[in-house]
Nanobody, 125 residues
Framework: QVQLVESGGGLVQAGDSLRLSCVFS?????????MAWFRQPAGKEREFVAN????????NYAESVKGRFTISRDNAKNTVWLQMNNAKSEDTAVYHC?????????????????WGQGTQVTVSS
């Protein structure tokens, strides 16, 4: 069974950087999974942040984070990262990683079958 564990969240000031990690610790081969990051601000819907397909080359970002965030993966470490630069207060949310093994994935939570429990990111203004 797939297990995803996020880490790296915390409290930062606007303009700072941080890196979130998600370890794929059990289940099918990590290299076969499309991976994504979503976030959910308090009281709001879960929203797409970025994804990276299993080929490691097909990458998509939400417009709100384009140019600031970078998603990457290392199949040897069963890990996907989200590098967050120039953090803004609007980035405050619980960040979840997600995985799926279907042929394609997009930008909706329903595209992903497996989810981590999340890590809190708070950006002070």
């Amino acid at each position: 069974q797939v297990q995803l564990v996020e880490s790296g969240g915390g409290l930062v000031q606007a303009g700072d950087s941080l890196r979130l990690s998600c370890v794929f610790s059990a289940g099918p081969t990590f290299s076969s999974a499309h991976m994504a990051w979503f976030r959910q601000p308090a009281g709001k819907e879960r929203e797409f942040v970025a994804n990276i397909w299993r080929d490691g080359k097909t990458i998509n970002y939400a417009e709100s984070v384009k140019g600031r965030f970078t998603i990457s993966r290392d199949n040897a470490k069963n890990t996907v990262w989200l590098q967050m630069n120039n953090a803004k207060s609007e980035d405050t949310a619980v960040y979840h990683c997600a995985a799926d093994f279907r042929s394609w994935v997009g930008y909706r939570p329903s595209d992903y079958a497996y989810w981590g429990q999340g890590t809190q990111v708070t950006v002070s203004s």
